[in-house]
């Protein structure tokens, strides 16, 4: 016989040394118990981490001066080029050109006015708007954009009325005058045929219709149900921010109305809103319909102060700022104007504005800067983009949250020459409009400085060099011609 062979033939038949079953049952159910309650504890977590995380746009827990998203701050920043964007053709590529550069924010008023645009309501045979019936074409536009904005996290800013869709040569198109409509005539809805001044003037009977002014039981309940229409779609996207009209002088009981049948019908959610006021001297009574009301209005938009120029645009913007530092709130501003095409190019609201505007907002405090649309505004153009694609790149070695505008550390410094926000002693964010020389105080603290010079021109970082506290340190731009950001870090030390 070979035991050799046997040996190897049942090696792997052997059995294992016998150990007690019931051992083996008890060890086994403690095993699964312990697994079981693992699984248990994590499910848990994973719940409550689901409940306490906090989704959507809303005033940033830390600091409610600014935005976050999803959790996280956020500084908003944009360039479109329609207002109504939402009826955009190309909307999809629009948005992923916006966000291929860093852009976060677009602006989407409700308006139909221009050729080609769709109207909310559907049309009977005769070719006469139902107001009591809509055009789900319409809606599905607003609806993708709501969409394809958040697939993207970008924020959209609606605005709800637009006072330039119902007076003038729109009038005549627009479904709620009476010859377009089959649901009431001109005197039942208190609406003439005409309206032919600027909307400024503020005499259209549409932006009257509240039980406090003219109490239109005809006309106000089709308004009532758009904005019922509109939140029934908008409602169900964390990415949305509210604003009652575009650039209105109208007057506040209008405002106010929206203002409460808005957050009335949002239900249990959390809804956004300001309103957009006309007046371009923002510390007017105007403005402070909204700045003196913090429970109506959840934000401020000053788009307006872009009209202002030089140092009178960040003079202003910090008047604001300073009003409501005891209640702080974000402070967007949806419409930077200027370009070479603008309707007020002899005042200087031209590209240079526009651009200049733009990094003031950012460093004075704002929460969002848009470009506005050509030919008012910039748009989506190759300026813009390199803007945009700047700050992103400042917010590599600075977040705007982490500092505060500190003129006050700067020395000779002319209007409009240069501008300041810093954390003193450990970060500081200047901005140079053009050429210039200023003095910047670095006497707190006794650590030296990284300091970089970022080309606004061309988008890139074109020095960098070690300074040391303790003094005043004077800053030239190192080109003769273009606008420059310069970045000072306390230089850290590693052990």
């Given at each position: 016989?070979?035991?050799t062979?046997?040996?190897?033939?049942?090696?792997?038949k052997?059995?294992?040394?016998?150990?007690?079953?019931?051992?083996?049952?008890?060890?086994?159910?403690?095993?699964?118990?312990?697994?079981t309650?693992?699984?248990?504890?994590?499910?848990?977590?994973?719940?409550?981490?689901?409940?306490?995380?906090?989704?959507?746009?809303?005033?940033?827990?830390?600091?409610?001066?600014?935005?976050?998203?999803?959790?996280?701050?956020?500084?908003?920043?944009?360039?479109?080029?329609?207002?109504?964007?939402?009826?955009?053709?190309?909307?999809?590529?629009h948005?992923?050109?916006?966000?291929?550069?860093?852009?976060?924010?677009?602006?989407?008023?409700?308006?139909?006015?221009?050729?080609?645009?769709?109207?909310?309501?559907?049309?009977?045979?005769?070719?006469?708007?139902?107001?009591?019936?809509?055009?789900?074409?319409?809606?599905?536009?607003?609806?993708?954009?709501?969409?394809?904005?958040?697939?993207?996290?970008?924020?959209?800013?609606?605005?709800?009325?637009?006072?330039?869709?119902?007076?003038?040569?729109?009038?005549?198109?627009?479904?709620?005058?009476?010859?377009?409509?089959?649901?009431?005539?001109?005197?039942?809805?208190?609406?003439d045929?005409?309206?032919?001044?600027?909307?400024?003037?503020?005499?259209?009977?549409?932006?009257?219709?509240?039980?406090?002014?003219?109490?239109?039981?005809?006309?106000?309940?089709?308004?009532?149900?758009?904005v019922?229409?509109?939140?029934?779609?908008?409602?169900?996207?964390?990415?949305?921010?509210?604003?009652?009209?575009?650039?209105?002088?109208?007057?506040?009981?209008?405002?106010?109305?929206?203002?409460?049948?808005?957050?009335?019908?949002?239900?249990?959610?959390?809804?956004?809103?300001?309103?957009?006021?006309?007046?371009?001297?923002?510390?007017?009574?105007?403005?402070?319909?909204?700045?003196?009301?913090?429970?109506?209005?959840q934000y401020?938009?000053?788009?307006?102060?872009?009209?202002?120029?030089?140092?009178?645009?960040?003079?202003?913007?910090?008047?604001?700022?300073?009003?409501?530092?005891d209640?702080?709130?974000?402070?967007?501003?949806?419409?930077?104007?200027?370009?070479?095409?603008?309707?007020?190019?002899n005042?200087?609201?031209?590209?240079?504005?526009?651009?200049?505007?733009?990094?003031?907002?950012?460093?004075?405090?704002?929460?969002?800067?848009?470009?506005?649309?050509?030919?008012?505004?910039?748009?989506?153009?190759?300026?813009?983009?390199?803007?945009?694609?700047?700050?992103?790149?400042?917010?590599?070695?600075?977040?705007?949250?982490?500092?505060?505008?500190?003129?006050?550390?700067?020395?000779?410094?002319?209007?409009?020459?240069?501008y300041?926000?810093?954390?003193?002693?450990?970060?500081y964010?200047?901005?140079?409009?053009?050429?210039?020389?200023?003095?910047?105080?670095?006497?707190?603290?006794?650590?030296?400085?990284?300091?970089?010079?970022?080309?606004?021109?061309?988008?890139?970082?074109?020095?960098?060099?070690?300074?040391?506290?303790?003094?005043?340190?004077?800053?030239?731009?190192?080109?003769?011609?273009?606008?420059?950001?310069?970045?000072?870090?306390?230089?850290?030390?590693?052990?």
């Amino acid at each position: 016989m070979n035991n050799t062979y046997n040996e190897k033939e049942n090696l792997g038949k052997r059995r294992p040394i016998k150990t007690s079953t019931r051992l083996t049952e008890y060890v086994l159910l403690l095993f699964c118990l312990l697994v079981t309650s693992s699984c248990a504890q994590k499910e848990s977590q994973k719940e409550n981490i689901a409940e306490n995380q906090q989704t959507g746009i809303r005033p940033w827990s830390e600091n409610p001066s600014y935005w976050e998203y999803n959790g996280l701050p956020v500084i908003l920043l944009g360039a479109t080029d329609n207002d109504n964007l939402f009826q955009n053709n190309n909307l999809k590529t629009h948005l992923d050109s916006l966000a291929d550069i860093g852009g976060n924010y677009v602006r989407n008023t409700m308006s139909d006015r221009d050729e080609g645009d769709l109207k909310a309501f559907n049309k009977n045979e005769e070719g006469k708007y139902d107001l009591r019936g809509w055009n789900p074409a319409y809606w599905e536009k607003f609806e993708n954009l709501l969409k394809w904005a958040e697939e993207r996290d970008i924020i959209v800013q609606i605005e709800i009325w637009d006072r330039f869709d119902h007076a003038r040569e729109e009038w005549k198109t627009d479904p709620y005058n009476p010859k377009n409509n089959v649901n009431y005539t001109y005197e039942e809805a208190n609406l003439d045929s005409l309206y032919p001044d600027h909307p400024g003037s503020n005499k259209q009977p549409f932006f009257f219709t509240v039980p406090s002014l003219q109490d239109n039981k005809v006309l106000l309940p089709y308004q009532e149900a758009f904005v019922k229409k509109l939140l029934s779609i908008s409602l169900n996207f964390d990415n949305v921010l509210y604003c009652i009209d575009n650039e209105t002088k109208g007057v506040e009981e209008w405002a106010v109305f929206w203002a409460d049948f808005i957050h009335q019908n949002a239900g249990k959610k959390q809804v956004y809103l300001t309103q957009m006021w006309d007046d371009w001297d923002i510390k007017s009574d105007m403005h402070k319909r909204t700045l003196d009301h913090t429970d109506r209005y959840q934000y401020i938009d000053m788009s307006q102060n872009s009209h202002n120029t030089g140092q009178l645009n960040w003079d202003n913007a910090q008047y604001i700022f300073d009003y409501i530092k005891d209640k702080p709130r974000p402070v967007n501003s949806t419409k930077i104007y200027g370009s070479q095409t603008s309707p007020w190019i002899n005042r200087g609201i031209n590209d240079e504005h526009a651009i200049q505007t733009f990094f003031r907002n950012v460093l004075g405090g704002f929460a969002s800067s848009r470009f506005h649309r050509p030919p008012a505004g910039l748009g989506l153009n190759n300026e813009s983009i390199k803007a945009i694609k700047v700050i992103r790149k400042l917010e590599e070695k600075v977040h705007m949250w982490e500092i505060v505008p500190r003129m006050d550390l700067l020395s000779e410094n002319e209007p409009n020459e240069a501008y300041l926000a810093a954390k003193e002693g450990e970060k500081y964010v200047l901005y140079f409009p053009h050429e210039g020389e200023v003095n910047l105080d670095l006497k707190k603290g006794t650590d030296d400085f990284e300091l970089y010079w970022l080309d606004v021109a061309n988008g890139e970082w074109i020095s960098k060099e070690l300074v040391s506290s303790g003094g005043k340190l004077t800053l030239v731009p190192p080109i003769d011609t273009g606008s420059f950001v310069v970045i000072l870090k306390k230089l850290l030390k590693h052990e």
